[in-house]
């Protein structure tokens, strides 16, 4: 019997869900086969289901919406193509297993549709009704993070459940020499545009330093000499592995990358539901791998946080990575998917 194919539903709301997609899809010899907004010929493309009225915040703030759900809004075109395009995609196909990163109602609906769910678990207080749901009629949770990462609230029988898998990143551990005193700032996808402004006025209180930004950001009036902005780069990977010091969010992306170079870290955790980011910037900062701030210090303060960021243990760092984690991901999802269709012949 041929084996069946592996769903990874991917959400559209930040690069590290796609990213996760890619790195385990490259190692799991053609099972995984990617759903989502934007996937295109990668995979199945589904409608967007945003709202056109307001941002995408997980929640839909309707009315008579079950506990079970986050995001359920009501007569929207969108989503009802959602649901029929996954829907007729498991009536075809018959996948053995469906990652979901992240939904719960993706994960209901899989469950609906006789499919075992593995449910990716991000970080933070996800301790609410819908979240506990989806964890419970999942058959395994996949968190992208060391276990000494994890938030304090997670509850014992999540964490029994969970199969913590760090190092889930699209391209190999990239290491190198960095380059002579190159300080590298890190904007997001998933966050606000930088702010040039207060980048250059760091940079020219460190003029012995040159200063980098990756990502969206503000050009500021009148940027020093030691300050360049890059935008998007097609190999980001390399860029925080050529840096000095990086600075940035805790995203799950962002830190692996960081962790998986073995870079000092200057975290500054931004807002994200479910206090995500600063569960992650909490552990990284107990376990003495980053320096974490509350937000963007003084410009008189970065060199000595400087300083102090270059003399954390390299060694706390590489406790946090798993060089091989996309392997061990995609080697245990194989697992499972096979596990699921052998109790299902057994039972015939």
Not at 178 to 184: D, E, N, S, V
Not at 230 to 259: K, M, Q, Y
Request: proline content about 8%.
């Amino acid at each position: 019997m041929t084996d069946r194919p592996i769903g990874y539903y991917v959400h559209h709301h930040g690069a590290g869900h796609l990213t996760r997609a890619r790195a385990i899809a490259a190692k799991a010899a053609g099972r995984v086969v990617r759903v989502g907004t934007g996937i295109g010929s990668l995979g199945v493309d589904l409608a967007d289901d945003r709202l056109e009225s307001c941002a995408y915040d997980v929640v839909d703030r309707s009315g008579f919406r079950p506990d079970a759900l986050h995001y359920a809004p009501l007569d929207h075109d969108g989503i009802r193509s959602r649901v029929a395009t996954i829907a007729r995609w498991i009536d075809a196909h018959q996948p053995s297993l469906i990652v979901v990163d992240v939904s719960v109602e993706i994960a209901m609906l899989a469950r609906l549709a006789s499919v075992p769910v593995i449910y990716v678990r991000l970080n933070g207080d996800r301790t609410d009704a819908p979240h506990l749901e989806a964890f419970r009629g999942a058959v395994g949770l996949l968190a992208p993070f060391h276990k000494d990462l994890e938030s304090s609230s997670a509850l014992p029988w999540v964490r029994e459940k969970t199969r913590y898998l760090p190092g889930v990143t699209s391209t190999p551990p990239v290491r190198s020499d960095p380059k002579f005193r190159t300080i590298l700032v890190v904007v997001g996808r998933g966050g606000q545009t930088g702010d040039g402004e207060t980048i250059a006025q760091a940079a020219a209180h460190c003029p012995q330093w040159h200063w980098c930004v990756m990502g969206p950001c503000s050009v500021p009036h009148n940027p020093p000499p030691n300050l360049d902005l890059l935008g998007w780069v097609e190999n980001p990977e390399r860029e925080i592995a050529d840096a000095t010091l990086v600075v940035g969010a805790a995203g799950d992306g962002l830190v692996g990358s960081v962790l998986a170079a073995d870079r000092p870290f200057i975290c500054l955790p931004e807002k994200r539901p479910f206090d995500e980011q600063w569960a992650t910037a909490r552990g990284l900062s107990e376990a003495g791998a980053a320096l974490v701030l509350p937000h963007w210090p003084a410009a008189e303060r970065w060199p000595d946080l400087i300083v102090e960021a270059l003399a954390l243990p390299s060694g706390a760092r590489r406790a946090l990575h798993d060089p091989h984690g996309s392997d061990a991901a995609a080697r245990w999802l194989v697992q499972m998917a096979s596990s699921g269709r052998e109790t299902r012949d057994e039972a015939a």
